[in-house]
């Protein structure tokens, strides 16, 4: 084993099993779908080979992955599954019952279009679709922080008590290939320790179990007062919200460790004096980056801001950021449905009571793999920029490439 870190060239996928493998998993429930397949496939190497002490148990379905992931993790493991698209779909019903029972499982999901119709390429879909499941979701602009953030994910589950959703975007990162420094298994020891599961079921005395949970508390078999329904969605809310701060404080510790830090909830780029801000998540945030420099360069005081952290959502921290700006442009790679894009309508709720609010633009972009380049991010700014000087109310949302 070598003694010091090192980089290699990978793939998005090949930094989750990598991490994976690090983090010392001991059950990964083995399901494949496009284009998260390599995940999974390279830690079945990785445990044939002997590079990782963990069971691999192959499923009949996503929905059945997840369930192996909730036995496990109640019985003691640490646990590792990934997914996308449909496939994530499949196991919405075990994705409740995983946060629900305070779980701390961790899950890859890259992140592909929902059919139909049928379509195997990127957007943000799959994983939006599920952001009420209960589970924290995280969201990455390239292959490095894929590395890191699930490092920080397992640390942050098992410190809070919630399932995490680690989501990168399908083909746009999952398949391409970047430096990723990956640090020595005693470094990885260091920040994670090993995995100190809470037995939920006492199999000498499974009586203490309430095979249904009423609306309202009651007693248990031995006397104790068991809580109604109403105070389960309740704990489970303060840990999200308590969260947040865990986020934060995980990836400075992280930070110290190893040299990086991700940004916690929310990541900048050339924020200190921007007016006009660009909003997105994941890896159409890094090439925002791009158009906002490209800007600057036209005389627009743009800058952006990466949402990293989509569950919990950042509300306080993201109105901060926000507020001072006169113009906030919002890409979305999902849509709610008969409503709008989720960032934005959540962004909007988040600086509704702000002291300044800024103009705020939506923009739906990238559904189904469809191109989105920095000029474009740039040009669509510029459009919103010249509809706020003439001054002509509120825009609707647009859908950028749109050939209809």
Wanted: charged share 20%; with cysteine; hydrophobic share 45%.
């Amino acid at each position: 084993m070598s003694n010091a870190a090192s980089v290699s060239v990978i793939t998005g996928n090949k930094a989750a099993a990598e991490a994976a493998r690090l983090a010392r998993v001991q059950v990964v429930a083995a399901y494949p779908i496009t284009p998260q397949s390599q995940v999974v496939e390279t830690l079945a190497s990785y445990v044939e080979t002997g590079k990782l002490d963990a069971e691999f148990i192959t499923v009949e379905s996503e929905h059945s992955a997840m369930g192996v992931c909730i036995g496990a993790s109640i019985a003691g493991s640490r646990v590792f599954t990934a997914s996308s698209a449909n496939g994530l779909a499949y196991m919405c019903e075990q994705l409740s019952w995983a946060a629900g029972s305070r779980l701390p499982i961790v899950m890859g999901c890259a992140n592909r279009a929902l059919s139909a119709p049928w379509n195997v390429l990127n957007d943000q879909q799959d994983a939006m679709s599920q952001r009420d499941q209960g589970w924290i979701q995280l969201y990455c602009r390239d292959n490095q922080e894929i590395f890191d953030t699930f490092l920080q994910a397992f640390r942050l589950a098992e410190e809070v008590r919630l399932p995490v959703m680690v989501c990168y975007d399908g083909f746009i990162l999952s398949h391409t290939v970047m430096p990723v420094s990956i640090p020595t298994q005693e470094e990885v020891d260091a920040f994670l320790p090993p995995f100190q599961g809470r037995t939920i079921v006492d199999l000498e005395d499974p009586r203490n179990i309430n095979p249904v949970t009423l609306a309202n508390p009651r007693n248990n078999a031995d006397g104790t007062i068991c809580h109604g329904y109403m105070e389960f969605r309740a704990l489970m809310q303060q840990a999200h919200l308590a969260s947040l701060a865990a986020i934060d404080r995980v990836d400075q510790e992280f930070a110290s460790r190893f040299g990086r830090a991700t940004g916690g909830v929310t990541w900048s780029h050339a924020l200190e004096d921007a007016d006009v801000i660009l909003l997105a998540a994941g890896s159409l945030a890094n090439e925002a980056t791009v158009a906002s420099d490209y800007l600057r360069e036209q005389g627009v005081r743009a800058g952006v801001l990466g949402l990293r952290s989509y569950r919990p959502f950042p509300a306080a921290r993201v109105a901060e950021q926000l507020s001072e700006a006169r113009l906030v442009t919002v890409f979305d790679k999902s849509l709610s449905y008969g409503y709008g894009g989720p960032i934005f309508t959540d962004t909007q709720a988040a600086l509704f009571s702000a002291r300044k609010r800024p103009e705020m633009h939506s923009y739906i972009a990238g559904l189904g793999g469809r191109d989105v380049k920095a000029r474009e991010l740039a040009d669509a700014v510029s459009r919103s920029l010249d509809w706020v000087a003439q001054e002509n109310g509120q825009k609707e949302a647009e859908w950028l490439n749109l050939q209809l």
